[in-house]
């Protein structure tokens, strides 16, 4: 397969095909890959089983999505046979996920006389009807929620991590946490530990303390269900690497995309409001103020998307190089 002249890609294709080729992608970290230099972003309206038709088997690195969790919370948050509907886009998803890639899917459990369809049916769907593996079940708390009086205020929602194969990419030492300084000590001296890893920080455990965004937060642009920047950076760090691409085909304001931007990931969005046009808009005001980049290069189309990438991402049983 033909690689394009383009310099400033083809750094972070080479060494991403070596590393293919060789079977290394899982002790690899985020520094072993070259920056992609200015990173793609293709942005689509749309109707994301329509959109995920138009992506080429085993191309994404990590899909991140937060899917309508079907609670009614906007006239896109219902759905009457939810996992008939939802099984489309996992199937679809498993197709383009490449062989070390990963899917995270953001979900909550509905309670009390709800019985329509949430994230434990997608687990159930997920572990009866397809080959995914489940990784990890990530706990996302938070301490600032809505009250209640007839039962224990919830305070959590939950983040499950899928791969297509044990040879999944996963960067720890791009998220570890760092010790406070007399933690530091008592575990240099814990002899259960490897002191080079503990130098580098520790696991976060799959009990993520993020609060969720008030409505006069900072960050917010105004999509009532937008994610934390923090918790997409963590998943972004982790599971893929500079120059790979990353998929959200529910992208509300995008939260993905930007920070795709400044973690120098390519990437791939589809929602089926334009609304998110506008809300992405608001996000790259807040990241200039912030000071932190906002370049990227605006791609029309998947087809033009893919073109420009070729040979980094060979479909399954092509080499690259
Ligand atoms: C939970 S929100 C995502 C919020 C996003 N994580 C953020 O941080 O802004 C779900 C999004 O899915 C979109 N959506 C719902 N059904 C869809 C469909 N069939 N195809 C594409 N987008 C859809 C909605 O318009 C909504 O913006």
Known sequence: MAIHNRSHYNHALMSIN??????????????????????????????????????PDGSIQLICIDPPYNLALAGWDIYDDYIEWASKWLDEAYRVLSKNGSMVIFGGIQFRDAK????????????????????????????????????????????????????????LDSVREPYAEKDLAAALKDKRLNPENTMKGKNPTNVWEINRLNGNSKERVGHPTQKPVEIIERL???????????????????????????EGRHCLLCDRDSASIEYFNKHLALMRKMGQPTDYEPIDSTEDFFTKLEGAYPHEGETAI
Do not use: Q
């Open 18 to 55: 070596k590393m293919r080729k060789e079977h290394t992608f899982k002790h690899k970290t985020s520094t072993d890959f070259a920056s992609p230099g200015r990173p793609m972003l293709c942005l689509n309206i749309m109707d994301c089983c329509e959109f995920l038709k138009t992506i």
């Open 116 to 171: 329509s369809g949430d994230l434990i049916d997608i687990i159930h769907h997920v572990r009866h009807h397809t080959k995914f593996k489940l990784i990890n079940t990530i706990i996302w708390r938070y301490k600032n929620g809505m009250s209640a009086h007839r039962y224990f205020a919830n305070r959590h929602e939950e983040i499950i991590w899928l791969t297509r194969s044990n040879d999944y990419y996963f960067d």
């Open 236 to 262: 972004v760090r982790a599971l893929s690497y500079p120059g790979s691409v990353v998929l959200d085909f529910f992208a509300g304001s995008r939260t993905v995309g930007r920070v795709c931007i400044t």
